[in-house]
């Protein structure tokens, strides 16, 4: 496992999302300890990885990668 810089920004729990350390060796990964340990009221967001926007969910990580999770939303 790779250690990466993870941030979750604007989603209603965000204070309990900020995890500076943590392992994982893909994106899927990043979303599986998310979903699993922080009940987020969207499951549609952007993921950035190193400031570029990520599809690849098997996009392999590199170490001191940072992965910023951000909830899409709509609104007038």
Do not use: C, W
């Not at 994106?27 to 009221?41: D, K």
């Not at 993921?47 to 992965?67: H, P, R, S, W, Y």
Request: zero cysteines.
């Amino acid at each position: 496992m790779v250690k990466i810089k993870l941030r979750v920004i604007g989603f209603q729990r965000e204070e309990v999302i900020k995890e500076n350390l943590f392992d994982a060796k893909n994106i899927a990964e990043v979303i599986q300890h998310i979903e699993l340990n922080y009940p987020l009221e969207s499951h549609n967001f952007k993921i950035l990885l190193n400031g570029i926007n990520v599809d690849d969910m098997l996009k392999t990580l590199q170490d001191d990668d940072e992965v910023v999770i951000i909830p899409i939303v709509s609104g007038g």
